[in-house]
C-alpha cells in the first residue's frame, strides 16, 4: 500500500518534470523561431529605412541645390541693383559739381560786372555832384541877374507868382468842380434815381403813427368807479406802480392812460384789463398784477427782439441788441414807430447794398441797429447822442467795425469810413422824410426854413432868399450888379456847403441862385 502510493507519487513527479521538460523544450523551440522572425524583420525594415534614407536625402540635397541658386539669383540681383544706384548717384554727383563749377563761374562774372557797375556809378555820381553845383551857381547867378533886371527880390517875385496862381488855381478849381458836378448828374443821378425808386417799390411798408396816450376801453361806466377805488386810492396805487396818468373823464366806456413811454402805457393797460377782468381791484392786487405784467412784457420785447431778427435773417445778435431791438417796438421818432422804421431801413440798406454790390447781410444788420441808441436804459445815456450811443454799443457787444461805423456816422457826427456808412444815412433818410412818416413839431419845422434863409443871407451879393417844398429847395436871388455868372456858381457851391456843415436836416436841400439881368430903355 505504501509503496503504490510512492509510485503514484513518484510517478506523478516523473510526469511533472517531463512535463515540464518538453514544454521548456517547444518553448525554447518557439523563442528562436520568434528571434529568427524578429531579425528578417528588422534586417528589412533596416533596409527599407536605409533606401527612404538615401531617397530624403537625395531630395533634400536637390532642394538646398534650388534654394542656393535662388539666394545666388537674388543676391547678384541686389549687387546689380546697388551697382545701377551707386553708378546713378556718380553721374548726379558729377552733374552736380558740373553745375556748381557752372554756377561758380557765373557768379564771378556777375561779381566782376557788379564792381564794374559800381566804379562807373560812383564815377557818374561824382560828375552829377559837379554838374549839380554848378547848375546851383547858375542858379544863383540869374537869380541875381533877374533881380537886377526887375528891381524885385526873390522872396517878392515868388509872393507875386503864388497871388496870381492862386487866383487862376481857384478860378481853375471852382470850374473843374461845377464839371465835375455836371458830369456826375449826367452819369450818376439816372442810375441813382433808379436804385432808390426801385428799392422803395420793393420794399412795401406801412406808416404807424405812435402818439403820447393810449385809450382804455371798458363795457360799462360802474368800472370807473372800481377803478377809482375809495377816495382814489386805487387810482393812485396804479398811478404809482407804473408812473403813467390816468385820466377818467366824462368819455363814455373808456380811461385815458398818458405817458410819453410807450412801455410804461403798455403795462398799465394790460394790468388795467387784468384787474378789470379778475374783479379784484385794491391796492396790494394792482402792485402784484403790476409786477407780473412787467415781467411778461420784459419776455415779449425779448420775443419781439427774435422775431425780428429771425424775420430780417440777422444771425449771432447779442443778447442785449436782441433785447433792446423789441424795445423799440414801444418807441417812436417823430410818431413814427421806431422798430418799423429800422425794420424798414434795414429793408431799404439790404436791397441797395445788394444792388451795389456790397454785403447786403451786413447792410440789413447795421440798418437795424443804426437807432438802438434811442432805447437808452438809464438817464445818464440820455445826455449823448443817440449815433454815438448806439455806436458805443455796437462796439461793447462785439460788432463789426463796418456797422460800428456806420451807427455812428449816420448823422454825420463821426467820419465815414466804409461804404456801408452813406448808404445807411440815406436809407434812414428815405424812410423817415416821406410825407406822413413822420409828425413833426410846427416850430421846429419852421424854424428850419428860417435858418435855411439866413445861411443864404450870411453871403455877401444876396438880394432875396426863400426856402420852398417843404425846405427841400433854397431859392436865392443876387444883385446881378455885384455878382456875375461865374460868381453865381461859386456862391451856390458855398452856400449849399454852408448848409450841409451848419444844419441837420432829413433828404437833401437844392440850392438854386438866380442872377436877373435888365436893360431898360425909354423911347420918347
Given at each position: 500500500?505504501?509503496?503504490?502510493?510512492?509510485?503514484?507519487?513518484?510517478?506523478?513527479?516523473?510526469?511533472?518534470?517531463?512535463?515540464?521538460?518538453?514544454?521548456?523544450?517547444?518553448?525554447?523551440?518557439?523563442?528562436?523561431?520568434?528571434?529568427?522572425?524578429?531579425?528578417?524583420?528588422?534586417?528589412?525594415?533596416?533596409?527599407?529605412?536605409?533606401?527612404?534614407?538615401?531617397?530624403?536625402?537625395?531630395?533634400?540635397?536637390?532642394?538646398?541645390?534650388?534654394?542656393?541658386?535662388?539666394?545666388?539669383?537674388?543676391?547678384?540681383?541686389?549687387?546689380?541693383?546697388?551697382?545701377?544706384?551707386?553708378?546713378?548717384?556718380?553721374?548726379?554727383?558729377?552733374?552736380?559739381?558740373?553745375?556748381?563749377?557752372?554756377?561758380?563761374s557765373?557768379?564771378?562774372?556777375?561779381?566782376?560786372?557788379?564792381?564794374?557797375?559800381?566804379?562807373?556809378?560812383?564815377?557818374?555820381?561824382?560828375?552829377?555832384?559837379?554838374k549839380?553845383?554848378?547848375v546851383?551857381r547858375?542858379?544863383?547867378?540869374?537869380?541875381?541877374?533877374?533881380?537886377?533886371?526887375?528891381?524885385?527880390?526873390?522872396?517878392?517875385?515868388?509872393?507875386?507868382?503864388?497871388?496870381?496862381?492862386?487866383?487862376?488855381?481857384?478860378?481853375?478849381?471852382?470850374?473843374?468842380?461845377?464839371?465835375?458836378?455836371?458830369?456826375?448828374?449826367?452819369?450818376?443821378?439816372?442810375?441813382?434815381?433808379?436804385?432808390?425808386?426801385?428799392?422803395?417799390?420793393?420794399?412795401?411798408?406801412?406808416?404807424?403813427?405812435?402818439?403820447?396816450?393810449?385809450?382804455?376801453?371798458?363795457?360799462?361806466?360802474?368800472?370807473?368807479?372800481?377803478?377809482?377805488?375809495?377816495?382814489?386810492?386805487?387810482?393812485?396805487?396804479?398811478?404809482?406802480?407804473?408812473?403813467?396818468?390816468?385820466?377818467?373823464?366824462?368819455?363814455?366806456?373808456?380811461?385815458?392812460l398818458?405817458c410819453?413811454?410807450?412801455?410804461?402805457?403798455?403795462?398799465?393797460?394790460?394790468?388795467?384789463?387784468?384787474?378789470?377782468?379778475?374783479?379784484?381791484?385794491?391796492?396790494?392786487?394792482?402792485?402784484?398784477?403790476?409786477?407780473?405784467?412787467?415781467?411778461?412784457?420784459?419776455?415779449?420785447?425779448?420775443?419781439?427782439?427774435?422775431?425780428?431778427?429771425?424775420?430780417?435773417?440777422?444771425?449771432?445778435?447779442?443778447?442785449?441788441?436782441?433785447?433792446?431791438v423789441?424795445?423799440?417796438?414801444?418807441?417812436?421818432?417823430?410818431?413814427?414807430?421806431?422798430?418799423?422804421?429800422?425794420?424798414?431801413?434795414?429793408?431799404?440798406?439790404?436791397?441797395?447794398?445788394?444792388?451795389?454790390?456790397?454785403?447786403?447781410?451786413?447792410?440789413?444788420?447795421?440798418?437795424?441797429?443804426?437807432?438802438?441808441?434811442?432805447?437808452?436804459?438809464?438817464?445818464?445815456?440820455?445826455?449823448?447822442?443817440?449815433?454815438?450811443?448806439?455806436?458805443?454799443?455796437?462796439?461793447?457787444?462785439?460788432?463789426?467795425?463796418?456797422?460800428?461805423?456806420?451807427?455812428?456816422?449816420?448823422?454825420?457826427?463821426?467820419?465815414?469810413?466804409?461804404?456801408?456808412?452813406?448808404?445807411?444815412?440815406?436809407?434812414?433818410?428815405?424812410?423817415?422824410a416821406?410825407?406822413g412818416?413822420?409828425?413833426?413839431?410846427?416850430?421846429s419845422?419852421?424854424?428850419?426854413?428860417?435858418?435855411?434863409?439866413?445861411?443864404?443871407?450870411?453871403?455877401?451879393?444876396?438880394?432875396?432868399?426863400?426856402?420852398?417844398?417843404?425846405?427841400?429847395?433854397?431859392?436865392?436871388?443876387?444883385?446881378?450888379?455885384?455878382?456875375?455868372?461865374?460868381?453865381?456858381?461859386?456862391?451856390?457851391?458855398?452856400?449849399?456847403?454852408?448848409?450841409?456843415?451848419?444844419?441837420?436836416?432829413?433828404?437833401?436841400?437844392k440850392?438854386?441862385?438866380?442872377?436877373?439881368?435888365?436893360a431898360?430903355?425909354?423911347?420918347?
Open positions: 500500500m505504501d509503496n503504490s502510493i510512492i509510485f503514484a507519487v513518484g510517478g506523478v513527479i516523473l510526469g511533472l518534470a517531463i512535463g515540464f521538460i518538453i514544454a521548456k523544450t517547444l518553448e525554447k523551440n518557439n523563442a528562436s523561431k520568434l528571434i529568427k522572425n524578429a531579425k528578417k524583420n528588422a534586417a528589412s525594415i533596416l533596409k527599407q529605412a536605409n533606401l527612404e534614407g538615401e531617397s530624403i536625402k537625395k531630395d533634400k540635397m536637390l532642394q538646398a541645390k534650388e534654394k542656393f541658386l535662388e539666394l545666388k539669383a537674388e543676391h547678384e540681383k541686389v549687387i546689380l541693383s546697388r551697382d545701377k544706384k551707386m553708378s546713378e548717384a556718380e553721374k548726379r554727383t558729377r552733374d552736380k559739381e558740373s553745375q556748381i563749377s557752372n554756377e561758380l557765373k557768379s564771378k562774372k556777375s561779381n566782376d560786372s557788379l564792381e564794374s557797375k559800381i566804379k562807373d556809378y560812383n564815377h557818374r555820381l561824382d560828375v552829377l555832384e559837379s549839380q553845383e554848378e546851383e547858375l542858379h544863383r547867378s540869374q537869380v541875381q541877374q533877374l533881380e537886377v533886371i526887375s528891381s524885385l527880390s526873390a522872396e517878392e517875385a515868388k509872393e507875386q507868382l503864388v497871388e496870381s496862381l492862386k487866383g487862376e488855381a481857384k478860378n481853375d478849381a471852382m470850374a473843374f468842380i461845377q464839371s465835375s458836378l455836371e458830369e456826375a448828374k449826367l452819369t450818376a443821378e439816372q442810375d441813382a434815381k433808379k436804385i432808390i425808386i426801385n428799392t422803395i417799390q420793393r420794399i412795401g411798408t406801412e406808416e404807424a403813427v405812435d402818439n403820447c396816450v393810449s385809450v382804455f376801453n371798458i363795457e360799462s361806466d360802474d368800472v370807473k368807479g372800481r377803478i377809482i377805488g375809495r377816495e382814489g386810492r386805487n387810482i393812485r396805487a396804479i398811478e404809482a406802480a407804473t408812473g403813467v396818468e390816468i385820466i377818467v373823464d366824462d368819455t363814455p366806456e373808456a380811461i385815458i398818458s410819453f413811454d410807450s412801455v410804461r402805457r403798455e403795462i398799465a393797460r394790460l394790468s388795467l384789463h387784468k384787474l378789470v377782468t379778475d374783479g379784484r381791484i385794491h391796492p396790494a392786487r394792482i402792485e402784484e398784477i403790476v409786477k407780473k405784467t412787467q415781467k411778461q412784457i420784459e419776455q415779449e420785447i425779448i420775443e419781439v427782439g427774435k422775431r425780428t431778427v429771425i424775420d430780417l435773417g440777422i444771425h449771432n445778435l447779442h443778447p442785449e441788441l436782441i433785447k433792446m423789441g424795445r423799440m417796438k414801444y418807441r417812436s421818432s417823430y410818431g413814427q414807430n421806431l422798430l418799423q422804421h429800422s425794420r424798414e431801413v434795414a429793408k431799404l440798406c439790404g436791397v441797395m447794398a445788394a444792388e451795389l454790390g456790397l454785403n447786403p447781410k451786413l447792410a440789413k444788420r447795421a440798418g437795424l441797429l443804426h437807432d438802438i441808441g434811442k432805447v437808452p436804459d438809464a438817464e445818464t445815456d440820455m445826455e449823448t447822442p443817440h449815433a454815438i450811443l448806439g455806436m458805443q454799443w455796437a462796439e461793447k457787444y462785439g460788432e463789426k467795425d463796418d456797422v460800428i461805423n456806420a451807427i455812428g456816422a449816420h448823422h454825420d457826427e463821426i467820419e465815414m469810413k466804409s461804404l456801408l456808412a452813406p448808404i445807411i444815412q440815406v436809407c434812414d433818410a428815405i424812410s423817415g416821406r410825407p412818416a413822420r409828425r413833426q413839431v410846427l416850430d419845422y419852421i424854424q428850419r426854413l428860417k435858418d435855411l434863409e439866413e445861411i443864404a443871407f450870411g453871403f455877401s451879393g444876396v438880394k432875396k432868399a426863400y426856402a420852398i417844398q417843404a425846405g427841400r429847395e433854397l431859392r436865392v436871388i443876387v444883385e446881378s450888379e455885384k455878382v456875375n455868372d461865374q460868381t453865381a456858381a461859386d456862391l451856390s457851391f458855398n452856400i449849399s456847403q454852408k448848409i450841409q456843415t451848419d444844419m441837420t436836416y432829413p433828404g437833401q436841400v440850392v438854386t441862385v438866380i442872377r436877373e439881368t435888365r431898360v430903355n425909354i423911347a420918347k
